[in-house]
């Protein structure tokens, strides 16, 4: 079985309190980028979006 390469990169972190942070991955496939909210045992995920509304989408 041919290994599976991973769609999502982790491009920053930025640690907060503990057991919060804030993180930002990238769609290696369609470039948009989506922000991860971790706090104590609750997250959320969203996609990130410029100032008129389009979603961050990075140049490949």
């Not at 990238?26 to 997250?43: A, L, P």
């Not at 979603?55 to 490949?60: A, F, I, L």
């Amino acid at each position: 079985m041919a290994k599976q390469e991973n769609r999502f990169e982790l491009v920053s972190v930025q640690k907060e309190a503990i057991g919060s942070c804030l993180e930002i991955w990238v769609d290696k496939e369609t470039g948009v980028h989506y922000i991860y909210r971790k706090d104590g045992y609750s997250g959320g995920l969203t996609v990130m979006v410029d100032a008129d509304g389009k979603p961050v989408v990075s140049k490949r």
